[in-house]
């Protein structure tokens, strides 16, 4: 049976592409999962018309995202910790505290977008990238300093 595949899949193809597979797998498993389309003129052309929303959508998400990452790139947060005798922190600013620190700014980044290496464990000024889309990242000032 052939079908127009809706999405990338691992072993067939690419999203557009017309492959050949058997009845069962197409009626039974990606047709049903709407992961393919019958291969017809008029799924086709129904295809056609999905991708060019997709397209859109994914135009105006990457421009929001970008927008984004600028207020962001401009951005610069403090984190307060507690110290010991010569200046020793103790405890770190971990990538959950970065993440409250932008949501109390108003911004909802979820922790594991931003890209921290390892915690923060001593005084000064730091450059934390964060992902803001799949190929968007910004970079926000983090002040860690004594409380």
Do not use: H
Not at 99 to 122: F, S, T
């Amino acid at each position: 049976m052939k079908i127009i595949l809706r999405e990338d899949v691992e072993t067939l193809g690419t999203a557009g592409e017309t492959v050949n597979v058997k009845d069962g797998f197409a009626r039974n498993y990606l047709i049903p999962k709407k992961m393919a389309y019958p291969a017809t003129r008029s799924f086709s052309k129904v295809f056609e018309e999905e991708k060019k929303l997709k397209d859109n959508r994914d135009a105006r998400a990457t421009v929001q995202a970008e927008q984004t990452a600028a207020k962001l790139s401009n951005l610069s947060l403090e984190a307060s910790v507690k110290v010991g005798e010569e200046d020793k922190v103790f405890g770190a600013v971990t990538a959950a505290d970065i993440a409250a620190l932008l949501a109390d700014k108003g911004y909802e980044i979820d922790k594991r977008d931003i890209l921290l290496e390892e915690p923060l464990k001593a005084l000064g000024i730091y450059n934390i990238p964060v992902k803001v889309a799949s190929e968007i990242k910004a970079e926000v000032k983090v002040w860690v300093i004594k409380e």
